[in-house]
């Protein structure tokens, strides 16, 4: 029965394969990439016609079979030569020069075999050669086509997805069928039975890929090069097994049971201490991008894990300093580092470190050239160089600082220039694999160190920025309290020049002590604004009569100049009272000190709508337009002699805050009006307020 299905499996896949070549001819479009297809059309229907009629096992069906997989692989080597870059792709290329060996190899093995028929001991090992063989080729086959597809480009992939499936299927059906026939030792005819139908399947998927007629486009990456190398040894180490164990076994005798012991032995020692070493992958590491790479470094790939270590933030970050040493060992794979930061005196001193275990000495004025010469040269320092012959800047030579030079572990200095100003230095060690550093080092080096010094740089902006917005708010705190001290000490010496002419009068010594003990007070809310230990959040504002504030401010008023009140005694505004009167006090204080004396103010009070509306008119001197439009509201702008320019821009963020607004009209010579519009209050928020205002003034 297996013969049978056999033959008829394999003329299935001749037929298909040929009608496919002939219908390629047909149409043929003169793309040169679409002649290894052809041929590995032609030449898979042969393999099938041969293996029908002759079997398996015979020499023309061996042979179509390696000319099979060769014509597959040039299909696949012409999309990678399409895709240029030749140097870049040259690793890749030593995979399928690779590949194509083994292919002669078992070319030869098939030639060969015929041979030795009477000696069935090397006919044995020959054909457990050939299975190896091609193992080894199906194996390296499906690396490639991972390769060729997992570097293809995004918007190019569904041209060339239906024949890399098509290929995968055939060469992972060769991979099952060599690896079944050597460890069984046996007769797989079963599945050399099945390999035409498996054939024959995969046809419909050449005809879909083949009327696409892609474009292919290749763009290869370091990181692929590097798993296509690594599959590549681990191929290398399968086969040396399995040689070394069917060389055992043509030799024979008890030395079988002992060398196969001692070769897995031996193998397992070597993996045990090298896989584990970190100075042995150091090692390859540095080897393979010395022979199969264009450039040590894959410069994406670094510059992107060097911005996710620098940027990386959240709670559990370490500290910035820690994350750009970090970030600049890992690109050249050092094991530890150091910055060190420039202060004014030009010296160096340490600021962070990440796995660093040499010493660190302190800033010595005997740093200053040393870091006048990185800040003029933004030179890389190689410490090993610097320590056989002084840094030389024309005639001059610099030499390294005592503590640098004997810290053996010091290998790159990188310095950390920001618009052309030393931030600092990374000093980094020796990799576990000691080399010299290369132009490519410094290049990459110097870039990354302007990079990270941007990061520092930032980072001090933004800590001086927090600081001098720290000092703002103080001075502001402070200029707010210079002026009500200023009103104060304007009040008390009016208090003080009318005692000497009323000290006898009862009623003015009451007065007088009520008006000490207020302005007690308010020098204690004064100092505990000022400092920040004890400036709470002020009061929310609630409903509030108005009419309490305002009888208070005019009556204090009143005793230096008349002050009058209109207004609905039961009106009230959502607002803080404190605040509310501190910004009424400002307002009718300017005004008091832009009237003639003798000439009233008056402070009016109304409901407009939604809103309460506190107005305070004047008859004084007034603003001008432009005045009042761009300088009114700003600090330390006033039209009065010896005026602060404080008053009326507190008075604005105060009612601000209160969710309120001020609006002025005024004109030179005829005088001001200020208007306060609040949220219109509760009618029964009269009674707590005066309640509130008359403990305040007793």
Not at 82 to 104: H, M, N, P, W
Not at 356 to 380: E, I, K, M, P, Y
Not at 628 to 657: C, M, Y
Request: glycine share 8%.
């Amino acid at each position: 029965m297996l013969p049978v299905i056999g033959l008829w499996s394999h003329a299935l896949a001749a037929l298909l394969f040929g009608a496919l070549a002939a219908w390629q001819l047909r149409h043929w479009n003169g793309d040169h990439r679409n002649r290894p297809l052809v041929a590995a059309f032609a030449v898979t229907s042969l393999w099938a016609i041969f293996a029908a009629l002759l079997g398996p096992g015979h020499l023309l069906a061996g042979l179509a079979e390696s000319a099979r997989n060769f014509a597959f692989l040039a299909f696949m080597y012409g999309i990678i030569r399409s895709a240029g870059d030749d140097e870049r792709q040259r690793a890749v290329k030593l995979v399928y020069f690779t590949v194509a060996g083994v292919i002669g190899l078992q070319i030869v093995v098939a030639g060969v075999l015929p041979r030795f028929e009477g000696e069935a001991v090397v006919h044995q090992a020959l054909v457990s050669t050939a299975h190896v063989i091609g193992l080894t080729i199906a194996a390296g086959s499906l690396v490639l086509v991972h390769n060729l597809y997992g570097q293809a480009a995004p918007d190019s992939r569904w041209g060339i997805r239906l024949p890399m499936i098509a290929l995968a299927g055939l060469w992972a059906y060769d991979l099952h069928l060599y690896t079944v026939a050597y460890l069984t030792r046996g007769p797989v005819d079963d599945l050399f039975a099945m390999r035409g139908a498996i054939a024959a399947m995969l046809v419909p998927l050449f005809a879909l890929a083949s009327r696409r007629n892609a474009q292919w486009k290749m763009q290869m990456s370091r990181a692929a090069t590097f798993q296509s190398l690594s599959v590549l040894m681990i191929l290398a180490y399968l086969i040396l097994m399995m040689s070394a164990t069917q060389a055992i076994e043509v030799i024979g005798g008890e030395w079988v049971r002992i060398g196969q012991i001692g070769l897995i032995f031996a193998m397992s020692v070597v993996a045990l201490v090298l896989l584990p070493s970190g100075k042995a992958r150091a090692w390859l590491r540095v080897m393979l991008a010395k022979h199969f790479f264009e450039h040590r470094y894959d410069y994406r790939a670094e510059w992107l894990r060097f911005t996710r270590t620098v940027g990386r933030g959240g709670i559990d970050a370490a500290p910035l300093g820690d994350r750009v040493v970090k970030a600049l060992a890992d690109i050249s794979g050092s094991p530890g580092g150091l910055l060190l930061v420039v202060d004014e005196q030009y010296r160096l001193a340490p600021a962070a470190r990440w796995n660093w275990h040499g010493d660190v000495g302190q800033g010595d004025t005997r740093d200053h050239d040393f870091v006048r010469f990185l800040q003029a040269t933004a030179h890389v320092v190689d410490f090993e160089a610097a320590r056989r012959e002084a840094l030389a800047v024309g005639e001059e030579r610099i030499a390294l600082p005592a503590w640098m030079s004997d810290a053996d572990a010091a290998w790159a200095g990188i310095p950390l220039l920001h618009s052309d100003r030393l931030v600092g230095l990374v000093i980094l060690e020796h990799p576990l694999v000691r080399r010299p550093l290369d132009w490519e080092d410094f290049d990459l080096f110097r870039a990354a160190g302007i990079q990270a010094a941007s990061y520092l740089a930032e980072a001090r902006s933004q800590e001086a920025l927090a600081d001098a917005q720290r000092f703002d708010e103080f001075n502001r705190r402070f200029a707010f309290i210079l002026h009500d001290i200023k009103n104060l000490v304007s009040q008390l010496s009016l208090v003080a020049r009318n005692a000497e002419r009323h000290a006898d009068n009862p009623e003015f010594r009451a007065d007088m002590i009520a008006t000490l003990q207020s302005s007690v007070k308010k020098m204690n809310d004064l100092l505990a604004r000022l400092t920040r230990g004890n400036g709470g959040a002020p009061s929310p504002v609630r409903d509030t009569c108005l009419h309490p504030i305002l009888s208070a401010i005019a009556g204090a008023k009143q005793r230096a100049h008349p002050v009058h009140l209109f207004g609905d005694p039961a009106l009230s505004a959502k607002a803080d009272p404190a605040r509310l009167e501190q910004a009424l006090a400002h307002l009718v204080q300017n005004a008091i000190d832009a009237s003639a004396p003798g000439d009233p103010v008056r402070i009016c009070f109304e409901c407009r709508g939604s809103e309460v509306a506190i107005e305070i008119i004047d008859s004084g001197i007034g603003m001008s337009a432009e005045f009042v439009a761009g300088r009114l509201f700003q600090p330390f702008a006033s039209t009065k002699d010896g005026g602060f320019g404080i008053g009326a821009f507190e008075a604005r963020t105060l009612i601000a805050a209160m969710g309120g607004r001020i609006e002025v009209e005024s004109r030179e010579s005829e005088g001001s009006r200020f208007t306060i519009f609040l949220p219109t209050g509760e009618a029964d928020a009269a009674p707590h307020t005066e309640r509130q205002f008359e403990r305040k003034r007793a």
